[in-house]
């Protein structure tokens, strides 16, 4: 079974830098893998999925990168909307399809 | 708009169980693979099981295997979640969730519209 782990767990970056996310895979997923996005209060939200395809309506400033285990998700331009915990989830070798223990973006 | 919208959850004694649904609309329901995805209180997302546009598979998680059930009635648009053998550690909000993939595709994989999720407490 896979895991994913994702760091660091808290991530504290200021409005307008950059943010860079990590989630790694016990074995590879090739590029079968998902980033979602949750506020306080509110369901998960699709924000990329296949490594780098940015979901409907998501902003450009989201990006992500990698393949096999490694995985980047970056936020060029911290907007205060994007501070929220996010979760990355392979797909690749199923059942299950385990999410990281997601990483909290929080403002500095 | 694609909605889901989820009920049942409620207190149930360990041991018990339960019964949830999911009203989905927005998008053609017998088109997609649903899951189901929890979220205990304060922790991260965990996901459940899958069943098949069709019925015709289904999938758990090994921490609920031989205790719930998944099923879907497509003539009402509605996904399933049989819960017996309640356990403490299944208390948490679950969450109805459309599969991004169309059935011609033969792919499973992510979930693309989440729904608000219904909150099953196990206590005594």
């Known amino acids: 079974e896979i895991v994913m782990t994702q760091s660091p767990a808290t991530l504290s970056v200021s409005p307008g830098e950059r943010a860079t996310l990590s989630c790694r895979a016990s074995?590879?997923?090739?590029?079968?893998l998902a980033w979602y996005q949750q506020k306080p209060g509110q369901a998960p939200r699709l924000l990329i999925y296949?490594?780098?395809t940015r979901a409907t309506g998501i902003p450009a400033r989201f990006s992500g990168s990698g393949s096999g285990t490694e995985f980047t998700l970056t936020i060029s331009s911290l907007q205060s909307e994007d501070f929220a915990v996010y979760y990355c989830q392979q797909y690749n070798n199923w059942p299950p399809y385990p999410f990281g223990q997601g990483t909290k973006l929080e403002i500095k | 708009e694609v909605r889901l919208v989820e009920s049942g959850g409620v207190v149930v004694q360990p041991g018990g169980s339960l019964r949830l649904s999911c009203v989905a609309s927005g998008f053609t329901f017998d088109d997609y693979a649903m899951h189901w995805v929890r979220q205990a209180p304060g922790k991260g997302l965990e996901w459940v099981s899958l069943?098949?546009?069709?019925?015709?598979?289904?999938y758990y998680a090994d921490s609920v295997k031989g205790r719930f059930t998944i099923s879907r009635d497509n003539s009402k648009n509605s996904l399933y979640l049989q819960m017996n053998s309640l356990r403490a550690e299944d208390t948490a909000l679950y969450y109805c969730?459309?599969?991004?993939?169309?059935?011609?595709?033969?792919?499973?994989?992510?979930?693309?519209?989440w729904g608000q999720g219904t909150l099953v407490t196990i206590s005594s």
């Open positions: 069943i098949r546009w069709d019925g015709g598979g289904t």
């Open positions: 296949s490594t780098s």
């Open positions: 074995q590879s997923v090739s590029s079968n």
């Open positions: 969730v459309k599969d991004f993939y169309y059935s011609g595709s033969g792919n499973y994989g992510f979930g693309d519209y």
